[in-house]
């Protein structure tokens, strides 16, 4: 990666599995990461907004995590603003990793996307 291009962010958990398998598959391509814990800093509204414009807040949710089922989420409807509340609320609903780079991002884990990134070396 060129040195004038972004660092990859990472928004996960140390304990998230997906999260640590972000954090390798950049770290054996030598990827610059800024990783954030999710567990010690809650994210910020205008990030979760940033990843919530690729495919709507409902993608954000972890439909399989223990959490989302015990709150019951499946059966409510909530709108986009009522559903990102509730994500900065508990970041445990989050489906991770949450990776952005520059203008690009994902949810979850999408090597394919990521391989296309640090292909085209381009942040932007």
């Known amino acids: 990666m060129a040195e004038s291009t972004p660092p990859i962010q990472i928004?996960?958990?140390?304990?998230?599995?997906?999260?640590?398998?972000?954090?390798?598959?950049?770290s054996d391509r030598r990827a610059t990461v800024s990783f954030v814990d999710l567990a010690r800093k809650a994210p910020a509204a205008t990030e979760l907004r940033r990843f919530a414009a690729r495919g709507g807040a409902a993608a954000l949710f972890d439909t399989e995590s223990r959490t989302y089922r015990?709150?019951?989420?499946?059966y409510l409807r909530m709108t986009d603003d009522e559903a990102l509340e509730r994500l900065m609320r508990d970041a445990r609903l989050l489906r991770l990793p949450l990776v952005g780079w520059g203008a690009h991002v994902t949810v979850g884990r999408d090597e394919a996307t990521w391989k296309e990134w640090l292909a085209s070396g381009a942040g932007s």
């Open 11 to 26: 928004f996960g958990r140390k304990d998230s599995r997906e999260s640590q398998r972000a954090l390798r598959f950049f």
């Open 70 to 74: 015990e709150a019951g989420l499946g």
